[in-house]
Structure formats: C-alpha cells, structure tokens
C-alpha cells in the first residue's frame, strides 16, 4: 500500500446524470476525508468518516450528494443529478490516529466534467 | 494540463535562491498546520506540519514558522529548484483527526 488511491481519475458525464467515485484510504488509517477543489481555489471540505461513521458534513453537501464508507476502508461519493457547477477536482485524503505518524495523505484526485 | 491557481499571488525566484512563501490562518484555536504542494493536475503533496505549541520546524530544505500572535504561516525552501515549481497551500484544523481548512495558495515559479 502506497497511498490513496481514487478511481476513475477522470469522468466525464452529461447533465442529470447521477456519478460514483471510490476512495481506498492508507489501509491503517481509520479517518477518510472528502473535498472539491475548482481552478485557482485551495480544496474545500465535503465531509470526513471515522471508521463507518460520518462524523462531519459541509453546508457544500447538498441533498444530490452522498458519501459512505460501509466497511471502514473505502469510500464512495456519489453525485446525483449532476449539475455543470459540480465539475471540479474531487480529493480525498486519510489520516493516522494511532499518533505515530503524522499528516493527511492525499490522493491524486477524480477530475469531474460535467456538459 | 490546466492551469491551476488562475487568481493566485506569484512568487518568482531564481534557481539556487531561498523562497519565502507566507500564510495568515483563520482561526486562533487552530491546533495543527500543514504545508502542502500541489503539481498541475495531481492532489496536495504533504511538505512539512508544526502543531500550535512550536514556533519552528525544519525538513530537509524546508523550515516552517508559525506566529500565533499574529496567526501566521511561512515556509521557506532553501536552494530553491526547477521542481519546486508548483501551487503551495498553508492548512489548518482545530485538533489534529478533524477536518483541513485550506487558505489560498501561492504559486511558486522558479526561473533557471
């Protein structure tokens, strides 16, 4: 295991169409964290998990989306009924609770077209 | 690739120099900071983290400064290189498990 892995890395989608991407977190690392990032903006934050529970939902978390993490491990985020505004970079990342490692890891993202 | 960072400050520097790039945070509880660096088309690359109780922490070519007094951020690469060439982004959280909040970016361009 090398780090997080995201898949599709791209998509592409017409309008109104509903779109799944999957998350697979360092596997030791219990918290999964989700985030939008559109062009010449810093990520923003979607919505994290510890472990199967959500514990945290942005205000940017309308209805059309979704995320779980059934088992503890991956991820999914779904968008439903996608809209042009949902085009952007989605990023997750996962970080160690245990303390003896440091940091939020990344990963390389799923780039969204939405026309 | 497209062009990350439309809006963002610019800092160019020549190859060899140090850079400084700076970062005023939101929020006086913040706990825990990050740099990170983000490549065209690729997610944020973690440079180096300092928790609220250290003024400094070094890496390898990297310092980071924290001045909770006026909640700022600085990082600053030594001998900076070609490959430092990216978006730099200063991050955030309350307590370290929760979530990031991210400030704007930099871009760093580095000139041979």
């Known amino acids: 295991d090398t780090g997080v892995s995201q898949d599709p890395r791209h998509k592409i989608t017409k309008r109104g169409q509903n779109v799944t991407f999957r998350c697979d977190p360092i596997?030791?690392?219990?918290?999964l964290y989700w985030y939008r990032q559109t062009l010449g903006q810093g990520p923003e934050f979607l919505t994290y998990f510890q472990n199967e529970a959500q514990l945290e939902k942005s205000r940017l978390l309308s209805d059309r989306f979704s995320a779980e993490r059934p088992k503890g491990s991956f991820s999914t985020l779904e968008i439903q009924r996608t809209e042009q505004g949902d085009s952007a970079m989605y990023l997750c990342?996962?970080?160690?609770?245990?303390?003896?490692?440091?940091?939020?890891?990344f990963g390389s993202g799923t780039r969204l077209t939405v026309v | 690739g497209e062009s990350v960072g439309l809006h963002l400050p610019t800092l160019s520097v020549q190859e060899g120099d140090n850079s400084i790039i700076n970062c005023a945070y939101s929020?006086?509880?913040?706990?825990?900071f990050i740099w990170y660096k983000q490549e065209s088309g690729k997610g944020p690359q973690f440079i180096i983290d300092?928790?609220?109780?250290?003024d400094k922490r070094q890496g390898q070519r990297v310092t980071v400064l924290l001045n909770k007094t006026v909640k700022h951020l600085s990082l600053q690469i030594a001998a900076t290189q070609p490959g430092d060439s990216a978006v730099y982004f200063c991050?955030?959280?309350?307590?370290?498990?929760?979530?990031?909040?991210f400030g704007a970016g930099t871009i760093l361009r580095v000139k041979s």
């Open positions: 990342a996962s970080s160690d609770q245990t303390g003896k490692n440091y940091g939020y890891t």
């Open positions: 300092i928790r609220s109780n250290m």
């Open positions: 596997s030791e690392h219990n918290r």
């Open positions: 929020n006086s509880a913040s706990d825990y």
């Open positions: 991050a955030e959280t309350l307590r370290y498990g929760n979530k990031l909040v």
